[in-house]
């Protein structure tokens, strides 16, 4: 017990040593500030340090990059969430817990100091720490801005030490506060830097000069209502072979028969549309072993932003070079199988996907999810859905592995998705030859509230409620006949669904892009 007593007593003295000399170097910091002759760094820190409270100088940065989508706007997004979390943490919790005296106002010459300072503990320094997050969010999402924006940051700090109402050292715990609460918030909104995936080349796609040997397909419906794509296309691949969608005439036929009307001169078929458009064509190119051209014409283009290609002129490069990556197609068959014959091997449909499907409620949530992530960006749109769908869902009733679970949907993705254990935002590859299955129990206790206290705090995958597996077939019997969509849209119903990888990875079109480092990319973030 004595020899505990003496190194309880030796480490606290060491602290105290420790928190003498902090209070030491923050008064000399102080000192030195002081002395400072008159200048014009005055009076521009006194108007900085004002433009920051109440982070007004952080929320009008952020309102002008939510003005321009894509990586801007997430920045601004993760900024302002990264503020409100580290700004409650340092008022509500660690002021009062840690109350510390200002530095002596009248230490400083009149010019230096700012009217009603505030009176607050003193550590740490809330402006510090909400300067710090912003910054450090805003890089994490568009480093393009990093450059203005963290030296912006660093002076808001320091205006705080210059202008008398902090020491040195809240400053620095401040700061380091809110960076940490800004770096923890990928825990349950991970960065991605790219949206492209990793895929295998393919050196045997054929060259499409002005787009000669190439039918393609382009729906006028797909994406924003003032833009056509069809024009552009024609436009840029003037000897390709144009189809246009038109309402009442079924695409895949129509696509079917102009292949079969020109025979060897068809090289490959191409599509400018969404992710439904691009999945029907898709279907043809792969019972025909042809390649693909994807120019991305939809609203959200998840699958072009997959593969890597932005933009027309990206696919008209590709073509033009004959560069093209493997890329798995997903497919699964509907039965007619209702609980009583679950075993009827008969088909009745048989469906395409690029990205997702899902059974249960997981269509209503994306739907929900994409209706508001232009505003509030993926992860707090999706958090929203999540909760909006878990309290409107019912259960399904399925049978996956030869085991029956009450669930609220079952997600499958056309490869594995990341972050695991976590909501799933991108694939890191796009020819893994496997699915990523993943699911919510219904049938354990209090399982709505369970999904969101783990979301909140980063822990999905560790909750008792949250399954995956990656398989490279899947069987889903169900009690009863639920619906199916796939990539967000709903396309059938049935008992029991089977869902496999095609057999052979389609060669998609995509430039090599270290063959292309001239060329700007307009990535979107």
Known sequence: MNEWYRRAAGKS???????????????????????????GLDVALRRLTRTADHSILWAGIAAILAARRGASRKAALRGMLSIALTSGLANAVLKPSFPRRRPAAAELPDYRRIPDPPTSSSFPSGHAASAAAFATAVALENRKVAP???????????SRVHVGVHWASDVLVGAGIGSAVALATQRWWPVRTSDEAR??????????????GLVIVANPYSGPPDYDASDDVAERL?????????????????????????GSWVRALGVAGGDGTVAAVASVADRHGLPLVVVPAGTLNHFARDVGVYDTQEAVDATQA?????????????????????????VTDT???LNTASVGSYPELVRLREQLQNRWGKWPAFAFALVTVLHRSERVKVRIADEWHDVWFIFVGNGPYYPRGAVPAWRPTLDSGL????????????????VLGALLLGALGHSR????????????????????????????EAGRYTFRVAPNPIPVYRRDEERWSGRSRPFQG
Do not use: C
């Open 13 to 39: 003295r060491h602290l105290r040593g420790g928190l003498a000399t902090v209070s030491a170097t923050d008064r000399a910091v102080t000192a030195a500030v002081a002395n400072r002759p008159y200048s």
């Open 148 to 158: 203005v924006v963290v030296p912006l940051a660093a002076a808001v700090a320091y």
């Open 199 to 212: 895929a295998r080349p393919v050196d045997t796609v054929p060259e499409l000069p002005r787009g000669e």
């Open 238 to 262: 003037p000897a390709a072979h144009h189809l246009v969608v038109r309402e009442g005439v079924d695409l895949v036929e129509e696509l079917e028969k102009a292949v079969a009307e020109r």
């Open 322 to 346: 004959g560069e093209a990556v493997a890329v798995d197609l997903a497919l699964v068959e509907a039965h007619p199988g209702k609980g009583d014959d679950p075993e009827d091997p008969a």
């Open 351 to 353: 469906r395409y996907f």
């Open 435 to 450: 699915l990523d299955v993943r699911w919510l129990a219904a049938d354990v206790r209090f399982s709505r509230l369970r």
């Open 465 to 492: 409620v949250y399954h995956q597996m990656e398989v490279a077939e899947l069987d889903v019997e169900l009690a009863e006949p639920s619906m199916l969509a796939t990539d967000g849209e709903i396309v059938t």
